[in-house]
């Protein structure tokens, strides 16, 4: 069966960092665009991020532009998402996505492209 696990949320200062996870099983992240989505209540869930499956190519929602990384570590397996200089804005569950396998050369964000979901993790900024 196939399941993503992130990891990595928590409460944050505004200016601080977090590092998500995300952790497959049932398949290896090798062949698989991975995506950074997040929600809060009341709104739609909006892409922040993706990779395409040889990290050599990735895409960030203007808001996170230069605040937000996205990576991959084979060795590993994880995915992660690091946020720098968070913002009272960034507060949301953020869920991770996969699609694959493919060796497509671009990642999009948009949420009904990814086929493999988690569960989320969420994200408190307060000072």
């Known amino acids: 069966q196939v399941q993503l696990v992130e990891s990595g949320g928590g409460l944050v200062q505004p200016g601080g960092s977090l590092r998500l996870s995300c952790v497959p099983s049932?398949?290896?992240?090798?062949?698989?665009?991975i995506g950074w989505f997040r929600q809060v209540p009341g709104k739609e869930r909006e892409g922040v991020s993706c990779i395409t499956p040889n990290s050599n190519w990735t895409r960030y929602a203007d808001s996170v532009k230069g605040r937000f990384t996205i990576s991959r570590d084979l060795t590993k397996n994880t995915a992660y998402l690091q946020m720098d200089n968070i913002e009272p804005g960034d507060a949301a569950d953020y869920y991770c996505a996969a699609v694959g396998p493919t060796y497509q050369a671009l990642c999009i964000l948009g949420k009904s492209d990814y086929d493999y979901w988690g569960q989320g993790t969420p994200v408190t900024v307060a000072s």
């Open positions: 049932g398949f290896t992240l090798d062949y698989y665009v």
